[in-house]
């Protein structure tokens, strides 16, 4: 049993590693991205932040689509079936195209309205409403970034789209920091250099993103086409409706679960707005600085899943406990280690973001909050990864909207509009909702509700 464990922790750690430095890099991205903004003031910040949390939500149908990708593929690939799963892999370019061009659609067509809906002050609406409008332009783009990202996670290849988000992420940074910023003369060593830029502000973060995204989108595309188990050379690439249903199926949940969850950050932020700018910016700011440390939770999250599909797929109960186990073990230990960093630097972490120190005062003070909770949210990622994987999105999706809605949205409204209580109150009724949401998944597994979903 010893040995079993030690091998699934070791397979575990293989598969997440790459997903892992992923993560880590696009969250060194988010902290840049927030910092060169940071330094244009809180106004700049809190036009960024207003929509970042739509952006959650517009992103939820595509990573839903890619677990219910991963889901039928990995429990093929399980099964041993593989003539199935490289079918799979060549339908979700059809689906990771079509979700992508519908979304683009929508969210050009809301954006001039968006900030007001949110309650945006006026001086945030118009540098918002831009900024939300161009980094939606490439979701085609971004859709197959991460739907094509899942479908090679699902044959066990993690490590492309690590090497393809790393990419995305370097062109991002360097595009930044020629867009965001006008001509400017940097010191080094005693020598000073020219450096060229645009001066754009808000605007040229926004354009930064779309470029990095249409990049990697055309990267991942190449990145399929590469993979023998997955390329569409020598396939049929006309829709395959049988698996698309199949697809469709898992993911509907599996959206539902991630629209309920990303349109209650919408209603939480919205909820932020109402104490003012500065606690907006705050609020944003440590959103952004609270990413970088449940990195490993997500990780393993992606992990879990595949390896759980092909448990489901060979019938094999006694490889998924062990799975579950594994993660768990892992997950809470890694995050009980970052969340106790996270604690004790919490000024360090706002003070790479902005100079505003009420800005930093009020993050500050949620993110020494939240750190408790991390190792919370990371049993809570792998028990959902588990459910995802097997096909079980129904539960995710019911466990969601009590925890989001019943507990978060209801506390923090009771809170602020009864009591008016301020940012750590609200923080609080956050942390009650992951809690709530890990105790009812806790007892859906302990109950063995995913027994019907084996072989």
Same mark, same amino acid.
């Given at each position: 049993?010893?040995?079993?464990?030690?091998?699934d922790l070791m397979t575990l750690l293989h598969l997440a590693w790459p997903i892992m430095m992923e993560e880590a890099l696009s969250a060194v991205v988010q902290y840049i991205d927030a910092a060169?903004?940071?330094?244009?003031?809180?106004?700049?910040?809190?036009?960024?932040g207003l929509t970042s949390t739509v952006t959650w939500l517009v992103n939820a149908p595509l990573w839903a689509l890619g677990t219910g990708v991963l889901a039928v593929i990995s429990r093929e690939?399980?099964?041993?079936?593989?003539?199935?799963?490289?079918?799979?892999?060549?339908?979700?370019?059809?689906?990771?195209?079509?979700?992508?061009?519908?979304?683009?659609?929508?969210?050009?067509?809301?954006?001039?309205?968006?900030?007001?809906?949110?309650?945006?002050?006026?001086?945030?609406?118009?540098?918002?409403?831009?900024?939300?409008?161009? =980094?939606? @332009? *490439?979701?085609?783009?971004?859709?197959? !970034?991460?739907? /094509? &990202?899942?479908?090679?996670? +699902?044959?066990?290849? %993690?490590?492309?789209?690590?090497?393809?988000?790393?990419?995305?992420?370097?062109?991002?940074?360097?595009?930044?920091?020629?867009?965001?910023?006008?001509?400017?003369?940097?010191?080094?060593?005693?020598?000073?250099?020219?450096?060229?830029?645009?001066?754009?502000?808000?605007?040229?973060?926004?354009?930064?993103?779309?470029?990095?995204?249409?990049?990697?989108?055309?990267?991942?595309?190449?990145?399929?086409?590469?993979?023998?188990?997955?390329?569409?050379?020598?396939?049929?690439?006309?829709?395959?409706?049988?698996?698309?249903?199949?697809?469709?199926? =898992?993911? @509907? *949940?599996?959206?539902?679960?991630?629209? !309920?969850?990303? /349109? &209650?950050?919408?209603?939480? +932020?919205?909820?932020? %707005?109402?104490?003012?700018?500065?606690?907006?910016?705050?609020?944003?700011?440590?959103?952004?600085?609270?990413?970088?440390?449940?990195?490993?939770?997500?990780?393993?999250?992606?992990?879990?899943?595949?390896?759980?599909?092909?448990?489901?797929?060979?019938?094999?109960?006694?490889?998924?406990?062990?799975?579950?186990?594994?993660?768990?073990?892992?997950?809470?230990?890694?995050?009980?280690?970052?969340?106790?960093?996270?604690?004790?630097?919490?000024?360090?972490?706002?003070?790479?973001?902005?100079?505003?120190?009420?800005?930093?005062?009020?993050?500050?003070?949620? @993110?020494?909050?939240?750190?408790?909770?991390?190792?919370?949210?990371?049993?809570?990622?792998?028990?959902?990864?588990?459910?995802?994987?097997?096909?079980?999105?129904?539960?995710?999706?019911?466990?969601?909207?009590?925890?989001?809605?019943?507990?978060?949205?209801?506390?923090?409204?009771?809170?602020?509009?009864?009591?008016?209580?301020?940012?750590?109150?609200?923080?609080?009724?956050?942390?009650?909702?992951?809690?709530?949401?890990?105790?009812?998944?806790?007892?859906?597994?302990?109950?063995?509700?995913?027994?019907?979903?084996?072989?």
């Amino acid at each position: 049993m010893q040995l079993s464990h030690r091998k699934d922790l070791m397979t575990l750690l293989h598969l997440a590693w790459p997903i892992m430095m992923e993560e880590a890099l696009s969250a060194v991205v988010q902290y840049i991205d927030a910092a060169m903004v940071g330094r244009l003031g809180a106004l700049a910040s809190a036009a960024v932040g207003l929509t970042s949390t739509v952006t959650w939500l517009v992103n939820a149908p595509l990573w839903a689509l890619g677990t219910g990708v991963l889901a039928v593929i990995s429990r093929e690939y399980g099964a041993g079936n593989l003539e199935n799963a490289h079918q799979a892999s060549v339908q979700s370019l059809w689906l990771s195209v079509f979700s992508g061009a519908v979304l683009t659609l929508i969210t050009v067509l809301i954006s001039p309205v968006l900030p007001v809906w949110m309650g945006a002050e006026p001086s945030v609406c118009a540098p918002a409403s831009l900024y939300f409008r161009i =980094i939606c @332009l *490439p979701l085609v783009a971004r859709s197959m !970034i991460i739907v /094509l &990202g899942s479908t090679l996670r +699902s044959v066990h290849d %993690t490590r492309t789209p690590m090497q393809v988000s790393i990419l995305v992420n370097i062109l991002n940074i360097v595009m930044n920091f020629l867009l965001i910023f006008p001509s400017r003369t940097l010191s080094l060593s005693g020598h000073e250099f020219p450096v060229p830029g645009m001066g754009l502000g808000v605007t040229g973060a926004a354009i930064a993103t779309n470029l990095s995204f249409t990049a990697g989108g055309f990267l991942m595309l190449a990145a399929l086409w590469h993979n023998p188990l997955t390329t569409p050379s020598g396939m049929s690439i006309r829709p395959n409706f049988r698996i698309i249903r199949q697809c469709i199926r =898992i993911t @509907l *949940p599996a959206a539902f679960t991630r629209i !309920i969850s990303c /349109l &209650g950050h919408v209603v939480f +932020s919205a909820q932020v %707005t109402h104490l003012g700018t500065q606690a907006l910016a705050a609020h944003s700011l440590a959103l952004t600085a609270e990413e970088g440390f449940y990195i490993p939770g997500y990780g393993l999250q992606a992990a879990v899943s595949t390896l759980s599909g092909n448990a489901a797929g060979s019938g094999d109960s006694k490889a998924l406990q062990r799975i579950c186990r594994s993660g768990l073990s892992l997950s809470t230990g890694i995050m009980c280690l970052t969340g106790s960093i996270l604690f004790f630097i919490p000024h360090h972490m706002m003070q790479l973001f902005t100079a505003d120190p009420g800005v930093i005062a009020d993050g500050a003070s949620v @993110l020494k909050i939240v750190a408790l909770s991390e190792p919370f949210f990371g049993a809570a990622l792998i028990l959902e990864g588990l459910f995802d994987g097997i096909g079980d999105t129904k539960t995710p999706l019911r466990y969601s909207l009590i925890s989001m809605w019943a507990v978060r949205i209801a506390l923090t409204q009771i809170c602020l509009s009864i009591f008016h209580l301020y940012l750590d109150a609200v923080w609080i009724c956050m942390i009650l909702g992951n809690v709530t949401y890990l105790l009812l998944l806790s007892l859906t597994y302990r109950h063995g509700r995913w027994r019907g979903f084996i072989g």
